[in-house]
């Protein structure tokens, strides 16, 4: 006996299989969401005083919703509009990291160098052991030169020239850690990235991401320089000090801007993340943004292990362990139920801000609010968890692969009886040395009996190419059947797995 499974059912199944979901943003669900997320951001203005936010949400591959509240300018009276500019501090660091990465994919550097390369005065520098290995390019990426966090001190850096800063490499450097060794946020790293760039590329910094990110992109309400912004749009920075809103100076742009200086709307910014989102997934076809699919995938992975939080609570108060990485100016973040968030949050004197976005659920969320250090991130964290809750979002479906789909038909017609099945063609060279036929038929005789006639299959669930389960639907129960596939081609059945799962009364 073997079950019969046709293909015409098969190929049918495959209708289920997409590579980004479409999110119904005319829906009731979505529309009550996002009037939650509305008043979240609204109550936490209204409890915490706040001069005046502004966030917005990206879906299908645009900006699909925004919300402003309060003042960008309460001296003049100029309120938060859809085109207020805020300056987005630490979210300028992933520029970078884009940038670094054309220059690699051009040829024109290799992240693993030693960036006294294209640094000079970095040769000179002493290191905390006689062991250490020179900073690299990659190093200076991910948090991992051995520089301490410098937040506060990096914040009054944006404006130093470029000479007052090589001359402050030249002077040497202090170390937390050895290079390569832990996580510890730098800006100075950031500003070392900024000078590779220029060495380079020949151009500045400031010059080549405009012309070769942001210009692309269309974002062209952002900037590097304050006072190139119109009073009109601009929005202020203010910190609470004596029962009073207090306006916080602005730092013109300069050497130290590529780790925090630059200042854009939501509308631009939200170009961008649908940018980052478009890598996913990988896939075939033309390939023409800024920066090739492939890198901006590999800017988006944890290069650095950045931290464990097992007793993270979200805010409806489930406890999740999560943890977290850094990528090349990105954070990265994996949680208990399985949901990865990439980002970047922002703080400066006037200024708070995050942008994250799920990436397998095409959807993300940036938000600026004119307070020094305001919690954008758990807004936005918040606000996402709301969103994939609430309006029942759902993770991106891996399309399977033909070849799993061919050994899954052919596994399917071998059961249960696997008549013949040692000389099949199918199976990897390890498979019966690893199983042995007498059990395999046995186990299979007992579940099948169990589970009754057979109905029909499911669709594969898949986990990658090689990798997935189906079920079997049987009168009285299913049977779950898992398979990986070899790394040989045409890959084989190497490892295999029947499991009865009686059904709920």
């Excluded at 510890?184 to 020949?202: D, P």
């Excluded at 602005?250 to 649908?274: C, K, P, Q, V, W």
């Excluded at 399309?399 to 799993?404: H, T, W, Y």
Aim: proline share 6%; charged share 20%; aromatic share 10%.
């Amino acid at each position: 006996m073997s079950i019969k499974i046709s293909c015409l059912f098969i190929c049918v199944c495959l209708s289920a299989f997409v590579q980004a979901q479409s999110i119904d943003i005319n829906s009731s669900d979505w529309k009550k969401v996002i009037q939650e997320t509305d008043q979240l951001f609204t109550d936490f203005a209204a409890k915490n005083n706040q001069p005046g936010f502004i966030y917005g949400i990206v879906a299908n591959g645009k900006l699909v919703h925004l919300k402003t509240s309060g003042m960008a300018n309460r001296e003049m009276g100029i309120p938060v509009k859809p085109g207020s500019v805020f300056r987005i501090a630490s979210m300028s660091k992933s520029f970078a990291g884009v940038a670094i990465l054309q220059l690699r994919d051009q040829g024109k550097l290799q992240l693993d160098e030693p960036a006294q390369l294209y640094i000079p005065e970095l040769s000179d520098i002493q290191y905390p052991t006689t062991d250490a290995p020179p900073i690299t390019i990659r190093h200076l990426l991910t948090h991992a030169a051995g520089f301490p966090e410098d937040n506060p001190w990096g914040d009054r850096q944006l404006d130093i020239s470029e000479d007052s800063m090589h001359a402050m490499f030249k002077r040497g450097i202090s170390f937390s850690t050895s290079p390569g060794t832990a996580y510890e946020y730098s800006n100075m790293g950031f500003a070392m990235l900024g000078a590779i760039i220029k060495k380079v590329s020949g151009m500045s910094y400031q010059e080549y991401i405009e012309e070769h990110i942001w210009k692309p992109l269309g974002m062209h309400h952002t900037y590097w320089e304050y006072s190139a912004v119109p009073d009109s749009t601009l929005a202020i920075g203010y910190r609470w000090l004596n029962s009073s809103w207090e306006a916080q100076p602005m730092e013109h742009d300069g050497a130290y801007g590529i780790m925090g200086g630059i200042l854009t709307t939501a509308e631009d910014f939200s170009r961008y993340m649908n940018f980052m989102l478009s890598a996913w997934p990988a896939r075939n076809g033309s390939d023409n943004s800024p920066l090739q699919r492939s890198s901006l995938r590999e800017m988006q992975q944890p290069w650095n292990f950045a931290g464990l939080n097992p007793n993270y609570k979200y805010p409806d108060g489930r406890i999740c362990p999560t943890a977290a990485g850094y990528g090349y100016g990105l954070r990265w973040s994996k949680d208990c139920e399985g949901r990865i968030t990439v980002g970047h949050s922002g703080g400066l004197p006037g200024f708070g801000s995050n942008w994250s976005i799920l990436p397998d659920y095409g959807i993300g969320i940036v938000s600026f609010i004119n307070h020094t250090y305001a919690p954008a991130t758990t807004l936005n964290i918040q606000s996402l968890d709301l969103l994939v809750k609430k309006a029942a979002l759902q993770p991106r479906t891996i399309p399977p692969s033909p070849i799993l789909l061919q050994r899954q038909q052919e596994l399917t017609a071998l059961l249960p009886d696997w008549k013949n099945a040692e000389q099949s063609s199918i199976f990897a060279e390890n498979f019966f040395f690893d199983y042995q036929i007498d059990s395999l038929r046995k186990e299979a005789k007992t579940l099948f009996q169990s589970a009754g006639r057979i109905l029909r299959s499911s669709p594969v669930i898949v986990e990658n190419n090689l990798r997935g389960t189906f079920t079997l639907n049987g009168e009285k129960a299913d049977l779950k059947v898992y398979f990986t596939l070899s790394p040989e081609q045409p890959a084989k059945i190497q490892a295999y797995r029947l499991r009865l799962e009686p059904r709920e009364k």
